[in-house]
Structure formats: C-alpha cells, structure tokens
C-alpha cells in the first residue's frame, strides 16, 4: 500500500468519515512528507547548479543536460510549495472547526447545567423572597430608630433657648467691661476754688504759684 494510501485510507475505510482530529493529523503527515520532498529537490538544485559550472566550459552537453534537470526539479518542487499551501489551509480549517465544535459543545454543556440549576427555582417565588427581605430590612430600620431615640427626652423651644443664650452672653459682655474699667478708677478731681496762698499772693507770684501747680499736674 503506497504512503498516500495509509494517510487517506483505501477500501471500505474510505467511505468511514474520520474524526477532525484523525483528518488533521493525516494532513500533517503529508504535510511532513511533502516538506521532505521539497527539501531533496532543493538539494538536487544545487547540485545540478555545481555540475552545469563544473562543465560549462569543457562539456557543454553535461552542463546542458544537468540544468534541464534543474529545471524539471523547480517545477516539482513548485508543484510541493502549490500543494503544502493547499494542505496547510485545509489543515487550518479543520484546526478552526475543530475548536468551535469543542466550545459549542461546551457551552452546550455549561447551558444545560445551568438549566438543571434553575430547574428548583421559581422566579415568583423569587421576587416574593426579594420583597420578603426588603420588608424585613425596613422593619429592623424602623426598630433601630426607635431604640435609638432617648426615652422621656421632650424637645425644648428654640426661642427659649435663643434668649437664655443672650443672657449669658450680656453677662459675659459685662464681665469684660468691669475688667477693663473696674469702679474707683477716675481722673483725679480739679478743685472747685483757689487755694488759699494763690488768693493771698502778689499777681506775679500768684502766676508762677499757678505755672507750678499747673506743670506739676502735667507731671
């Protein structure tokens, strides 16, 4: 059986559709081979190269002959290069269609599982539940705001509190002023009449008894 036919299948396996996984890895197979063909015939290319140089000169039919064989081994390896390009495409979508089969098969799975997760629940039941709690959550609000509030306490008058509040400040206000002019502390007095030695003494006298007494308060 030639290698192709191990790779592809003959007979009634022919007709048995192979798995993505088989077909892909058949077409790496080929994929190896032809690579190995391709690297020969580069090979052969140079060789056939050196052989035209070698008798270029001295046997022009040699050198004629080996580059007509150069020549038939470009177009085969050609042909490879033509045919890998093919093979590596299929191989590609087969790659492709091989993960998408596998993520849809998981998510079909993931799907019925949460299908099955769903089956117990239903959704009426549900939103009952949901209000059940909020209505609970305002319940404990409303208890905790009643415990919070202190028993026997009454609200005071903002007014009454307004106008106890500036008494205490008038007093404060009163306080200050005492301390900055505290009672006692007066200018000393100017007496109402003349002393009596001003009344008895000449007028020049009298003068600088004034000027004295005068510069002495000024003091």
């Known amino acids: 059986m030639s290698l192709l036919g191990k790779i592809f299948g003959t007979g009634k396996d022919k007709n048995k559709a192979p798995s993505p996984q088989e077909a892909i890895q058949r077409l790496r197979d080929v994929e190896e081979m032809l690579m190995k063909k391709s690297a020969f015939c580069e090979k052969k290319i140079e060789a ?41 495409f299929q191989r590609e979508a087969l790659e492709n269609a091989s993960t998408n089969a596998e993520v849809l ?76 002019n505290p009672v006692g502390d007066q200018l000393p007095s100017v007496p109402d009449t003349e002393p009596v030695a001003a009344r008895s003494a000449p007028p020049k006298q009298q003068e600088d008894d004034e000027m004295a007494q005068l510069a002495a308060w000024a003091n």
């Not at 140089?53 to 007509?68: D, F």
């Open 48 to 88: 056939e190269i050196a052989i035209a140089k070698k008798n270029g000169v001295k046997n022009k039919r040699a050198a004629l002959q080996a580059l007509k064989r150069k020549k038939r081994y470009e177009k085969q390896l050609q042909q490879i290069d033509g045919t890998l390009s093919t093979i590596e």
């Open 105 to 180: 098969n998981v998510m079909g799975t993931a799907a019925r599982a949460l299908r099955g997760a769903h089956n117990n629940m239903d959704v009426d039941k549900v939103h009952d539940l949901m209000d059940d709690v909020q209505e609970q959550q305002e319940i404990a609000q409303e208890i905790s705001e009643a415990i919070s509030n202190p028993v026997g306490f009454q609200d005071v008058d903002d007014d009454e509190l307004l106008a106890e509040l500036e008494e205490l400040e008038q007093e404060e206000l009163d306080k200050v002023l005492l301390e900055v």
